[in-house]
């Protein structure tokens, strides 16, 4: 009886502290939310194309939140013509955004990078883009030349954003080196953009093959529980990095790889998140502090490995969707092992490892050149399809070469399906 009673009295002891580490945490977090509340206007970066995309008929459903005593995003930072009109009551409640909003994050020399996969991103979509950009400030300049010089028909489909990096005052260096220089600030990408209610987040060496309205479409396939969407790390459990090396929990049996990640951010910044922290749930700006600070060094993959956690405690938060839709050097370079792209061709490419920059998997490096080099404007067909077979023809001596049919199958029907558009004269 009395081994039961210190058993109980262990167990109490630890939920105990368990507790006050937690809260110890929340002024923290606190803090770091008025960071963007009180002070996040003085701060940002103000670019835009300064050009007004042209909404079309359809719509996400989606609504841009104004919030009492929040500055909003949009009001501020976009030249956009139509915020000039006097708004009824009504329309400022609840504004209906129709613009697709992807982020990405950039530092060091990923500028070349980042800009050829917003081109990719530009290239096959109907529907108007909101890109925020998240980048050192030394960046901003260059991203806003380079973006102000693209061709004025492409300029009505997008708006633009950049923002600095910034992380919470306490704990700031070792959240910008986490894993790669800066990754982890899409961790707190809810807790930044208030205004949006759902976001599309990409790492820089990613290319869309077709239009991005295809990905976001997948928000319509969220259940009630669903606020993220990732694609599995690995398909294949006897080469998968999870399962077999990870010092901490993780989802499913393979984990999840972020480097494709679409979210419900109203949702996010809501919920309470279970945890192995403290019996009590947590929101999102006070789960991130405590969650690294006890797995920081366990974690191998940065936040990536953070998120991993998050959903091995919330997996019904989780929409999962197949890998062709974050297709890595890891689903060829042992054999084809990613089956809905066999069947359906790539749709998304996620170049990771620097694959894009040197000769371990040309048929990665082909696709990016091609999409880097072709001007817009030019015929897709001469200018990036035919180019890009030849050279992939040369990249089958590998495995990921003997795949890259693959890679084209997509593309060839996004340039088809754009080009009997502009037959069509949409």
């Not at 005052?169 to 899409?186: D, G, H, I, T, V």
């Not at 989802?251 to 999840?256: H, I, M, N, P, S």
């Not at 996010?268 to 009590?280: A, C, H």
């Not at 297709?327 to 066999?342: F, K, M, T, V, W």
């Amino acid at each position: 009886m009395r081994c039961y009673l210190h058993a109980l009295l262990l167990c109490m002891v630890f939920a105990v502290f368990s507790v006050l580490y937690v809260f110890n945490q929340l002024p923290v977090a606190s803090s770091f939310e008025s960071q963007y509340e009180d002070g996040w206007t003085d701060r940002r970066t103000k670019k835009s194309s300064g050009r007004q995309p042209q909404f079309g008929a359809q719509d996400t459903g989606h609504i841009v939140r104004k919030g009492g005593g929040v500055p909003s995003l949009f009001d501020h930072q976009e030249h956009d013509k139509t915020r000039e009109k006097p708004a009824s009551a009504s329309v400022q409640e609840a504004t209906r955004d129709e613009r697709i909003h992807l982020a990405v994050v950039a530092c060091g020399p990923r500028l070349e990078e980042t800009l050829t996969m917003l081109k990719s991103a530009l290239l096959f979509s109907a529907k108007p883009l909101h890109f925020h950009i998240f980048a050192e400030d030394h960046l901003h300049g260059s991203f806003g030349e380079s973006l102000d010089l693209w061709p004025s028909v492409f300029q009505t489909k997008f708006n633009y954003t950049t923002y600095p990096i910034t992380f919470p005052s306490e704990n700031a260096k070792e959240w910008k080196k986490l894993f790669k220089p800066c990754a982890s600030q899409r961790l707190f990408l809810p807790l930044i953009l208030k205004d949006v209610d759902s976001l599309l987040y990409v790492d820089t060496d990613i290319l869309f093959l077709q239009p991005v309205e295809e990905i976001w479409s997948l928000l319509s396939f969220f259940n009630s529980t669903h606020l993220a969407a990732m694609a599995p790390e690995h398909e294949e459990p006897r080469i998968a990095w999870y399962n077999r090396f990870a010092r901490h929990p993780y989802y499913g049996k393979t984990g999840v790889n972020s480097g494709v990640m679409l979210m419900n951010m109203t949702r996010i910044r809501e919920k309470y998140f279970k945890n192995d922290m403290t019996s009590v749930p947590l929101k999102w700006v006070e789960l991130l502090m405590p969650l690294l600070q006890k797995y920081k060094l366990n974690i191998t993959w940065g936040d990536q490995d953070l998120l991993n956690i998050i959903f091995h405690h919330n997996p019904e938060s989780l929409y999962v969707f197949p890998c062709q839709w974050n297709y890595r050097p890891d689903h060829c370079i042992y054999g084809s092992n990613c089956l809905e792209a066999e069947q359906e061709g790539v749709f998304i490419l996620h170049g990771n490892r620097g694959v894009y920059h040197d000769d371990k998997q040309p048929a990665f490096r082909a696709v990016y050149e091609a999409i880097q080099k072709y001007t817009f404007g030019d015929n897709l067909v001469q200018s990036l399809l035919l180019p890009l077979e030849a050279n992939l023809q040369e990249t089958k001596h590998t495995y990921c070469g003997r795949a890259s049919h693959m890679f084209t199958k997509r593309l060839k029907q996004s340039i088809s399906i754009l080009q009997q558009e502009t037959i069509e004269g949409r």
